[in-house]
């Protein structure tokens, strides 16, 4: 029980930090409230280009017109974490060292826990039922982690994930499988950059599911049906 209480807090963290990036500084949308809330609730939708993912968020009759807002709202995300990166350390569920990572590198921080939050809809999308040190975990690790090692490479990759296994509710074991399969990522995703510069999520998660299916990673409760492509 202390471990999934755990797991659901870095969940939480890491997505009030990215929740975090709309509400600093007073923008040119800050005005508009409710486009600032519709903004907010989808935040974690954006894959890699905010603007063209803002474009895609559904409205209604109160929302229709943040459409027209997308650039200022992500412009404010980009640039919001550099003005006051102290809001972030507001925020519950990051560890002590996080937080530290946080306020030397507001901006690269940004680009972390974008990535994460692209981990978890990876997961979600591949494995409906989401459980905890399963397969759906230890994918959601691997693919963090290949994003983080494409996206600021590896060694500042290893930072942050050995920061956010820095958690002492969590137990030996979980921080171990955690450990284990965001190192397995982080190889996969080298190789992937070696055979393919540009490799994408899609040649990850494949990567990924093939890890599984060979049992490479580390899973303390399996039983999840795994996918042979990627969904």
């Known amino acids: ?22 509400l600093i500084g007073q923008s040119a949308y800050s005005a508009d409230p409710a486009c600032a809330k519709w903004f ?18 559904g409205t209604d009759m109160g929302t229709f017109h943040c459409l027209n807002t997308c650039d200022d709202l992500c412009s404010e995300l980009k640039s919001g974490a550099a003005s006051r990166p102290g809001r972030f350390l507001r925020y519950p569920g990051l560890t002590a060292a996080e937080r ?42 691997y693919i963090w982690a290949g994003l983080l090692v494409k996206e600021i490479g590896a060694e500042r990759a290893q930072l942050y994930l050995n920061a956010h296994e820095e958690n002492r509710l969590q137990r ?49 409760n399996p039983g999840l049906s795994i996918p042979k492509e990627p969904l």
């Open 40 to 57: 907010e609730r989808n935040v974690k939708k954006i894959q890699s280009n905010c603007e063209l993912d803002c474009a895609t968020f």
């Open 100 to 141: 530290k990572l946080v306020d030397q590198n507001p901006k690269e921080a940004v680009a972390v826990f974008v990535q994460k939050t692209r981990a978890e809809m990876s997961s979600t999308r591949n494995f409906p039922v989401q459980g905890f040190n399963d397969e759906s975990d230890a994918f959601r690790h």
């Open 1 to 22: 029980m202390i471990g999934e209480l755990a797991f659901r807090l870095r969940r939480l963290g890491a997505r009030a930090l990215i929740f975090s990036c709309c």
């Open 172 to 220: 030996l074991p979980e921080r171990d499988m955690d450990m284990a399969n965001n190192q397995i990522g982080i190889l996969a995703a080298q190789k992937l950059m070696e055979e393919n510069k540009a490799f994408d999520l899609k040649l990850l998660e494949q990567s990924a599911l093939n890890d599984l299916r060979a049992r490479r990673l580390v899973i303390l």
